[in-house]
């Protein structure tokens, strides 16, 4: 078969039963429309026809509806793609099928499959079938007259195709014919039909432009009538066809070959259109002119909404340039809407208006536009609001009054000050040098609203204030004083107090959305302009309202400040709130009886005021509300509860005048207790049921169940309610409540209407008091709402049950949390009657609600018989049920049921439930049923996990099934089936990836590509999640060749819509989802696969996304993709994190596939991609030349980017610092200029974060290429050349007015680059060095509370960040001038000079280092010790301050440690700094308010220092935990090498013992390296000055108590007398366990229960080998400290600690000479002769054997050996480590080899003592001794021989008996080795090395013998060393060794004659031989000499040399 013939449906299909034949054609289908494209055109031709037959079995063989889209597809491939002729045979069959009057229900897919054919042929095919056109077209039209719904959406989308494929030369006749049949269907009863129309007379425009032209008028107003009734997806479709439209009116563009266009309409003319239909809808004039006379509105919201959306669409067609040109005039007109008489009639209408104004602002001048645009933006707004304003003020204001454009004139300025507020937002601080622009006058445009006489234009331009303080805190201050002081001003102007009211509350908001803040003064000013405002509340009644509103308003904003402001402030808010309600309730019935109207008003709204101020105490403080807090309230809560009874009584007394104000009290009262628990208020539990029943029972009240049962409802099932018609728009306004200033959202607040939202918090309350009422009192409130729901009939009805049953659910939503006890029985009947009742609703919303409430009912009842009784009567139900409302309630409860009560643990009752299930989603005659029963099977399927496998394959069968035949229009049942196979997917897991999943994983992969066959994006999306599920669990069978080009098409197809509905919105969510998910796998083959998706299909006109996509990659894409996306809604953040999470996946692959240059490109295009960037000024222009001339000229490519946002740029800045920690520096080298550039462009930005993130990055520079070397100029840092670029970008961060976040960063960049080395240059150092004393200045400057902008919270970070700076640099600056005197070297200019430059401010810096670590130590101690303040925070900003000290006081230590070693401690006699509080606040150093004197000054900065460092120590828990730990342990180091620190710790035993507890818990806790080797030496220091003291002790004892009395000294060192050691007390224990620790964990053989050996015996041995050289020093440090720790104790002492200093040391001695004999190190044992060039370190194990030698040697040596006390045992525990030491020679492990040099080196350590004869020469272990030594010289080993030669010519000279002991043992073994040496000639140089040492010892043998021996032992010694001598003959051909053996013998012998003549002489003599040899040798050797070669002449001339050694022929 060839490779074409595969390309026919397969017989068998044919002989398959309907479901499984259905499902193999689409697969076929499917796999023909991709197969077709890679197929050869020869190919397809010869089996075209045999196709075209399949095809029209298919076609005639009714398919559904995927079915038929893939065959018209294929269709139209196989005719474009292979012979096109016969392709008009086609058409005239598909026509016939169409003309067929064959009504019958199996004809109509067949008659729909024929008119998706057509519509494709001619898509594909139109010019070639352009003379068929006019009878396809005519018969389509005529079939769309006779056709039902589905039928005319499939004519409608073929005739959309035809004009398509046929372009203009369809002629204007068959364009006009579908323009009317098109129109006729926009009023369609059926929203499909309407969306398909709406989408066909969008591809005529782009054909036909007389839509545009002449019937632009007719068409407007049809789209209107379209408009009325509709829902989202139709709203979409229409407002994209009628702004399109627009579009080309006010710009016509002329298609090639057809007719021109008309005149272009005006901007007006357009905008006329539209204001026509905003005021009167699509009515006509007659129904206009009715509502104008009725004074009613009759336009509906959808219409209103629809326009706006067109204008949306409309001004996104047209473009950014097109906006920015014509902007006064777009503003205008826009604004025409709102101020419309017309527009404005009713409280809906404003809402719909403002709303509708609203989203065409925020979406063209916050999305198309740049920023630099909307900075220009922000500028027409305020000409704007001035205009508006100065109508107000102008002259005939009085006039006005009455007019109706002062009545609309609010209106336009909310819309205008609530846009402007936005576009400020967005820009942030870069909006800054807007409010400096005199042109533009923000801010007093803003501030003049605040007077207008309209309530909602002031609290609109209070929000707007908010706005500019959240997006420039440094403005939130000032403002807040601005409008302070006018408030006081202009407190008499009921409209002052407002507007300044609202504007303070909306200020001190605002603080709480920026780390900034606000200065605590501020605070209480606010409250007491507050009080002042509630006390001259009652002097005025024309202004007591508002007075009384804005002092609580106030009050409220104040407690959002939070707890550390509130705190200090909280008695006096208790007792304000507490004095607005009657003392007792008594009093509250005698108010009652007097007041009137007013007074009640003003009353109840200081009650409510007081209530919310409560409430946003216990919202944002709650910690301060305690249990007495509210114990305080319980009076007024009682109060405010009892009045809620006799509101009703007031309203009968003064009616609607007080109705509103009652509905506010009743809903703060409902919100506070909301917020309570319920115990708080318990005693009014009745009062309040009864209260609550009666509102929930009253069919008065306004139905809010968009609001109320989507919090009820499980998330997931919100799908259910269908497409909630995506509204812009908010529903509420900022009138409802002016409270809502103060909530924390950066949305503008849309708050409901009071009523509205009165009944949600009774919904909310109800439902948490009701479980805490007793159970009687729950039965009758159940009852009587059954009773309440039964009396009722009709909408009444409907609501009430609406009311109580979500009243329930929410009850029934609160008790499940509480796992308690639901009540009695008698409690299930009414609950399950109203809930059965609600089940059976026309409200979808309630059925919802109500499933969920019956499934929390039977999980709180929790009991089985109830739960499978209510199971059973479910099934029941829907066995009886026939309309579709009940039984989709009931199937849903089914599922419901399964999620909370865990699943019906039964199989036949999960088996039930899913047949049920089952037999419902195929009732086709009712949707709504098969989508509600597919919800509920997807939940069995989600909880029910593994009992649901058996389930699976017919689950996926009927999911299949009612796939390729549901109708694409049924959306909600396809999205049921979609959720459902998502579950089956998840259900299946990792199953799928099996073989035996096959066809399980075949049939989900064609479910998900039935999906996205459909139309509706939420469908799309929800393929997309199926597609992204099987990817997880089965990646491998997921192609991405098809995967990753849908979802970059549904990307680039999206990338230009407005997200006008929320499908479109949530299909680009799930396509970045699933996106992210892939590159997380593969991230470069998918950004392959995405570039090479824009390559190979161009578009004719690509969109900017396309482009950039083609150009940048799939990186610049998502770039892009984010930078719109930013602010369209809160849903969009989880997709604008998945798209930034998408782009670290990409960055991560490229760096570790090494393609940086590609990436760091990208990133530099992103931050140029702006126009408003860099300097200001003439002046920073120049600098910005200067700093970048060691650049070169700047880039003249433009960025492939327009202007990007800042939150943009700074995602690429963070990329670029993640790169370069992410690379190595010699891949970054290349691109160095471009990191410096692109860390400077963010620096230098107005944007706050963004400077922020360049600083970042430009320390992350900085850190990485600070020690990179100039190659061209050897001795320079590569760096260098940018140090005018560092300046610059660091220099904007110092100004005045720089925030102090930001300063705080260039402080820490700062002395990063001061510290790096770089720079050397004194003059260089100075520029950046200004800078820190700039900042060094602000601290001096004394600060005025009124003058502070921010938190003194900010004020502490900011001096924190520069104290630590400049100690950064101290400590720098030090360690240089440390290094220069260690070296004597002279350093350069920038090394000397950095300490000169700090030196002068170092005097001043060291107070406020000390105050710093003041209040540090304050701040880590007690609460009292914090309450009082510091010097750099305030009481009130303790727990802000903590962060920043914890963060700044490691270096700071560090400095004040080197600073007070500098000075010796001595206190500096410096005047006082003037500082705005004073620096040391406990006066350190005084006491009793006297003088304190230098010493005691010294103590307590010792005390502080050392406990700051101990403190951390003990419990190490801040961020850089090690770093600060490094910081405490060098300052503790610099603190004990000053002698008066060092003296005074020494002295303090505890404090030394604590000490050293603190670094035995740092050394198991820890395993960096360098922390570790840090404590020793600190130990080092310790143990040393310890030495000190009792040293100074002892000599002071024996001075005082004189010569003569030494034995009555007192006995100094520890143990004393008794000689015990108390742990805890004692510094040598202390020492000990520290030695122990690093011996133990680097050696575990030296504990025995660690080596698993008894006695500490090792196994193999050789774990000391694999040290590195860092754990080998720090044995080597605690094996040397262990050697010190005798001298530190007593003589008893001595002897209790030296058993384990033995054991210790031995057991550290046994590792090192026991080697694996598979080491092939070289040998440590002894020293090697030194070789003529330097040799490399020695390895690490043989620089430890040097140090435990060592060590061991100190212990020997020790002076308590030859103490009376200790002497005796000292002698016994030596001779016992002798004995160990000898046992060491043992080894029976044949992997085991001993080294006996260091052995052969201990024991000469113990002969050599001081005590050496006393614990050697005794009987057991003399022999012994002497056996090794002997065993050594005769080794054949002549390693081993050469140690022992050395170490016996240690012991010849070593006086007493050892010596003569080992020169009698071993003398004549030396002289027969050498004897030996005569005869065997050395071969190699270890031979030789030990025949030399040998000749050395035996010469060391002579000098020490007596002189009566000298003779004899040297007549022995000669002849040997004339035997060593060669012949003349044997000299040239004997080895290298021998020719080395008879010149050092030679040399040996010119040495001893001069020495010794006489004896020299005899023997000679004796020996004529000898004489002969010995005269040969010489005479040969100065032959040698003459005859050898000279060095050559120098350039000096000829030089002679003579050896320096003159060879004597004869000695006589």
């Known amino acids: 078969m060839s490779s074409a013939e595969r390309l026919l449906l397969p017989e068998e299909v044919l002989q398959l039963s309907d479901p499984g034949r259905a499902e193999a054609v689409f697969s076929w289908l499917n796999r023909l429309k991709n197969q077709l494209p890679l197929t050869e055109k020869a190919e397809i031709k010869h089996i075209q026809r045999r196709l075209v037959e399949q095809l029209s079995d298919v076609l005639i063989g009714s398919p559904g509806p995927p079915a038929r889209l893939l065959l018209a597809q294929c269709l139209a ?489 509130v705190e200090r402030l909280l008695s006096r808010l208790l007792l304000l709130c507490r004095c607005v309600f009657p003392a007792s309730l008594r009093e509250q019935e005698a108010e009652l009886r007097r007041g009137d109207f007013f007074t009640w008003q003003v009353t109840l709204e200081g009650r409510s005021g007081a209530l919310s101020v409560l409430r946003s105490l216990l919202l944002h403080c709650k910690e301060l509300m305690t249990d007495d807090a509210l114990a305080r309230l319980l009076t007024p809560l009682n109060c405010a509860t009892a009045l809620l009874n006799k509101l009703v009584s007031l309203l009968r007394s003064y009616g609607a005048s007080v109705r509103p104000f009652t509905v506010v009290y009743r809903l703060r009262v409902y919100e506070l207790l909301t917020e309570l628990p319920p115990h708080a208020y318990q005693e009014s539990f009745g009062l309040l049921m009864n209260q609550l029943v009666s509102d929930l029972c009253s069919p008065d009240q306004p139905c809010s169940e968009l609001t109320l049962m989507p919090s009820l409802c499980c998330p997931d099932d919100l799908s259910l309610l269908g497409p909630a018609p995506h509204d812009p728009s908010p529903s509420g306004s900022l009138d409802n409540d002016p409270f809502s200033l103060t909530l924390g959202s950066d949305d503008a607040p849309a708050p409901p209407p009071p009523a509205q939202a009165l009944m949600d918090v009774t919904v909310r309350l109800f439902g948490n008091v009701f479980p805490h009422v007793i159970s009687a009192h729950r039965v009758k409130v159940l009852e009587q709402f059954v009773d309440a729901v039964n009396q009722l009939k009709g909408q009444k009805q409907q609501t009430v049950q609406t009311h109580v049953c979500a009243a329930l659910c929410w009850a029934l939503k609160v008790h499940s949390g509480s796992r308690s006890a639901l009540g009695p029985s008698e409690l299930r009947p009414p609950a399950l009657s109203l809930l059965w009742g609600a089940l059976e609703s026309p409200s979808a919303a309630l059925r919802c609600a109500a499933a969920e409430g019956l499934a929390r009912l039977v999980q709180s009842v929790d009991d089985s018989g109830f739960t499978v009784s209510n199971a059973l009567l479910c099934f029941d139900r829907l066995k009886t049920s026939r309309d579709a409302a009940s039984r989709s309630g009931v199937s849903l409860a089914l599922g419901a049921l399964y999620r909370y009560v865990g699943g019906i643990s039964s199989n036949q009752h999960l088996c039930s439930c899913v047949g049920v299930l089952f037999t419902l989603s195929q009732d086709t005659s009712s949707p709504t049923v098969q989508a509600w029963a597919l919800h509920s099977l997807s939940l069995v399927v989600d909880l029910s996990g593994g009992l649901f496998r058996p389930h699976c394959e017919p689950c996926v069968s009927l999911l299949l099934q009612l796939l390729l035949s549901t109708p694409h229009h049924h959306q909600e049942v396809l999205l049921s089936l979609g959720r459902c196979l998502h579950a089956l997917i998840t259900c299946l897991g990792p199953d799928l990836q099996g073989g035996s999943a096959a066809s399980l994983r075949a049939s989900i992969s064609v479910g998900s590509l039935v999906l996205q066959t459909s139309q509706e994006p939420l469908v799309q999306a929800r393929a997309v999640s199926c597609l992204q599920q099987l990817h997880m669990f089965s990646p491998a069978h997921v192609e991405l060749r098809s995967l990753v080009p849908t979802l970059c098409g549904i990307l680039l197809e999206n990338s230009q819509s407005l997200s006008l509905g929320r499908g479109r919105l949530a299909l680009r969510g799930a396509a970045v989802s699933c996106l992210r998910q892939v590159v997380q796998r593969e991230a470069l083959e998918v950004s392959e696969l995405a570039v090479s998706l824009v390559k190979e299909e161009p578009h004719k006109e690509p969109s900017p996304l396309e482009l950039t996509l083609r150009e940048l990659g799939l990186g610049g894409a998502l770039f892009s993709l984010l930078d719109r996306e930013w602010d369209i809604l809160q849903v969009q953040i989880l997709q604008y994190c998945s798209t930034e999470e998408t782009l670290g996946f990409i960055r991560s692959c490229s760096l570790s596939s090494g393609r940086v240059g590609p990436w760091l490109r990208l990133c530099r295009d992103v931050l140029s991609a702006t126009t408003d960037g860099g300097p200001d000024s003439p002046e920073d222009e120049e600098e910005d030349k200067e700093a970048w001339s060691s650049l070169g000229s700047r880039s003249e490519r433009a960025s492939p980017f327009s202007a990007l946002r800042w939150s943009t740029r700074r995602i690429a800045v963070a990329s670029v610092s993640s790169v370069i920690r992410s690379c190595s520096v010699e891949l970054l080298l290349p691109r160095l200029g471009d990191l410096v550039r692109m860390a400077f462009m963010a620096s230098t930005d107005h944007s706050a974060p963004l400077r922020l993130a360049g600083l970042h990055t430009l320390m992350e520079i900085i850190t990485a290429f600070r020690h990179v070397e100039e190659p061209e100029f050897p001795g320079h840092f590569l760096l260098e050349q940018y140090q005018a670029n560092v300046g610059a970008a660091l220099r904007p961060a110092f100004a005045p007015d720089a925030p102090p976040d930001v300063t705080a960063k260039a402080c820490e960049v700062c002395s990063s680059w001061i510290s790096s080395g770089v720079v050397r240059d004194l003059r260089d150092l100075r520029r950046v060095h200004q800078l820190l004393v700039s900042s060094l200045s602000k601290i001096h400057e004394p600060r005025e509370s009124h003058s502070q902008l921010y938190n003194e919270a900010a004020a502490t970070m900011e001096t924190l960040a520069v104290l630590k700076a400049w100690a950064q640099v101290y400590i720098v600056a030090a360690q240089k001038r440390e290094t220069i005197r260690q070296n004597g070297a002279n350093g350069g200019s920038g090394e000397a000079g950095l300490l000169r430059l700090v030196q002068s401010d170092v005097p001043a810096l060291s107070r406020l280092w000390l105050a710093a670590l003041q209040d540090h130590a304050a701040l880590g101690g007690s609460q009292e010790n914090a309450s009082a303040g510091g010097s750099f925070f305030s009481p009130e900003t303790v727990d802000q301050a903590r962060p920043h000290y914890s963060a700044s006081w490691g270096p700071i230590l560090h400095a004040a440690a080197l600073w007070l070693h500098c000075t010796g401690f001595v206190p500096s006699e410096d005047t006082p700094l003037h500082l705005s509080r004073p620096a040391t606040p406990t006066s350190l150093g005084r006491s009793g308010g006297g003088a304190a004197s230098p010493e005691d000054v010294g103590a307590e900065r010792l005390n502080l220092l050392l406990g700051v460092a101990v403190q951390f120590l003990c419990a190490p828990h801040s961020e850089n935990q090690m770093e600060n730990i490094e910081s405490c342990l060098r300052a503790l180091q610099v603190l004990l090498e000053a002698p008066w620190p060092r003296s005074r710790i020494c002295t303090d035993q505890p404090l030394c013992v604590e000490l050293l507890s603190v670094l035995l818990r740092l050394m198991v806790t820890r395993e960096c390296s360098s922390v570790q080797e840090s404590v020793l030496d600190l130990l080092k220091q310790i143990v040393s000055a310890a030495q000190e003291h009792v040293r100074e002790k002892r000599h002071s004892a024996e001075v005082d108590d004189g010569a003569a009395e030494k034995e009555t000294l007192p006995v100094f060192g520890e143990g004393r007398d008794t000689g015990g050691l108390v742990p805890g007390q004692s510094l040598v224990f202390s020492a000990l366990q520290i030695c122990l620790c690093v011996l133990v964990r680097n050696l575990p053989q030296l504990s025995p229960t660690l080596s698993g050996a008894k006695g500490g015996a090792t196994s193999a041995g050789g774990a000391v080998w694999s040290l590195s050289r860092s754990d080998c020093s720090l044995v080597s440090s605690a094996l040397f400290v262990l050697s010190e720790l005798p001298s530190l104790c007593s003589p008893e002492g001595s002897v209790s600690i030296l058993p384990t200093v033995l054991y210790l040391l031995l057991g550290v001695l046994r590792e090192l000479v026991h080697r694996p004999t598979a080491l092939t190190a070289p040998a440590a044992s002894a020293p090697a002769a030194p070789p003529p060039a330097p040799a490399a370190p020695p390895p690490a194990p043989a620089a430890l054997v040097d140090a435990c030698l060592q060590s061991l040697r100190a212990v020997l040596s020790s002076p308590m050996s030859r103490q009376e006390k200790s002497r005796e045992s000292w002698i016994q525990l030596l001779q016992s480590a002798l004995s160990s030491v000898l046992t060491l020679w043992d080894n029976d492990d044949p992997g085991v080899e001993v080294d006996q040099g260091p052995l052969l080196r201990a024991l000469s350590l113990f002969l050599s003592s001081s005590c050496g004869a006393e614990v050697c020469c005794v009987a057991p272990l003399q022999p012994l001794c002497v056996e090794k030594f002997s065993s050594a010289v005769s080794s054949k080993d002549p390693q081993v021989s050469c140690v022992s030669f050395q170490l016996l010519s240690s012991l010849f000279q070593s006086p007493g008996p050892v010596s003569a002991l080992y020169i009698r043992t071993l003398g004549p073994a030396l002289v027969r080795y050498l004897q030996r040496v005569e005869r065997e000639r050395p071969q190699t140089q270890d031979e030789l090395r030990a025949a030399q040492d040998a000749v050395v010892a035996m010469e060391t043998l002579v000098q020490a013998a007596p002189p009566q021996h000298q003779a004899p032992l040297l007549s022995l010694l000669l002849p040997l060393l004339v035997s060593f001598l060669l012949d003349e003959n044997a000299l040239s051909s004997a080895p290298a060794a021998s020719r080395s053996l008879h010149d050092s013998a030679l040399s040996d012998l010119m040495r001893i004659g001069p020495r010794h003549p006489a004896l020299f002489r005899s023997v000679m003599g004796s020996c004529p031989e000898l004489k002969s040899r010995l005269e040969a040798a010489v005479r040969v050797n100065q032959e040698r000499l003459q005859s050898k070669p000279g060095p050559g002449p120098s350039p000096r001339g000829p030089s002679s040399s003579s050896p320096s050694i003159k060879l004597k022929t004869h000695f006589l």
Request: overall charge positive; proline content about 4%; charged content about 20%.
């Open 77 to 565: 491939l196989l005719f474009r793609l292979g012979d096109p002729l016969p392709c008009s045979l086609l058409v005239d069959k598909c026509n016939d099928i169409i003309r067929s009057r064959d009504d019958s229900p199996s004809a109509l897919p067949s008659r729909l499959a024929a008119v998706a054919c057509v519509g494709s042929l001619f898509e594909h095919l139109g010019r070639f079938l352009s003379g068929c056109s006019r009878d396809a077209v005519t018969n389509l039209l005529r079939a769309l007259k006779n056709a039902e719904s589905q039928g005319r959406c499939e004519v409608l989308s073929s005739l959309e195709k035809m004009l398509r494929g046929l372009g203009p030369s369809a002629g204007g006749p068959v364009h006009r014919d579908v323009y009317k049949a098109s129109r006729a269907c926009l009023s369609d009863r059926s929203m499909a039909v309407r969306c398909a129309a709406a989408k066909c007379l969008r591809q005529l425009h782009q054909e036909a432009l007389f839509l545009s032209s002449s019937e632009l008028e007719n068409l407007t107003l049809v789209c209107f009538r379209a408009f009325e009734g509709s829902t989202s997806c139709v709203r979409v479709c229409v407002s994209e066809l009628l702004g399109s439209l627009l579009a080309t009116a006010v710009t016509p563009c002329t298609t090639p070959g057809a007719p021109p266009a008309g005149a272009a309409a005006s901007l007006e003319e357009v905008m006329e259109l539209l204001l026509g239909g905003f005021i009167r809808g699509g009515g006509g004039f007659l129904r206009a002119s009715g509502d104008l006379l009725k004074g009613t509105s009759s336009v509906s919201r959808d219409v209103r909404v629809g326009i706006a959306q067109t204008l949306v669409v409309m001004v996104s067609s047209l473009g950014a340039p097109w906006l920015e040109q014509t902007l006064p005039r777009f503003l205008s007109l826009v604004l025409e809407l709102a101020a419309h008489a017309r527009t404005t009639l009713s409280p809906s209408d404003v809402e719909a208006t403002r709303g509708g104004v609203s989203l065409v602002l925020r979406a063209s001048l916050g999305r198309v536009l740049g920023e630099k645009a909307q900075s220009n933006a922000v500028g027409q707004l305020c000409a704007t609001v001035g205009a508006q304003k100065g109508s107000t003020d102008s002259d005939a204001a009085a006039d006005l009054r009455a007019s109706s454009d002062l009545s609309s004139s609010p209106h336009v300025l909310v819309c205008v000050l609530l846009e402007l507020g936005a576009l400020l937002l967005g820009l942030g601080s870069s909006a800054g040098p807007l409010l400096s622009d005199p042109s533009t006058a923000l801010v007093d445009s803003v501030v003049a609203v605040l007077l207008h006489p309209s309530a909602s234009a002031r609290l609109a331009a209070a929000w707007c204030l908010r706005c500019v303080a959240v997006a420039m805190p440094s403005q939130n201050a000032a403002l807040l004083d601005r409008c302070g002081e006018r408030l006081t001003a202009l407190k008499s102007c009921p409209d002052a107090v407002s507007g300044f009211g609202a504007a303070v509350c909306a200020l001190v908001s605002a603080a709480q959305r920026h780390d900034l803040g606000l200065p605590h003064s501020r605070g209480k000013a606010v409250l007491a302009l507050a009080e002042d405002l509630l006390r001259s509340a009652v002097q005025n009644s024309r202004i007591s309202l508002q007075r009384t509103r804005a002092g609580w308003m106030l009050l409220t904003a104040l407690t959002t400040l939070g707890p550390s402001v």
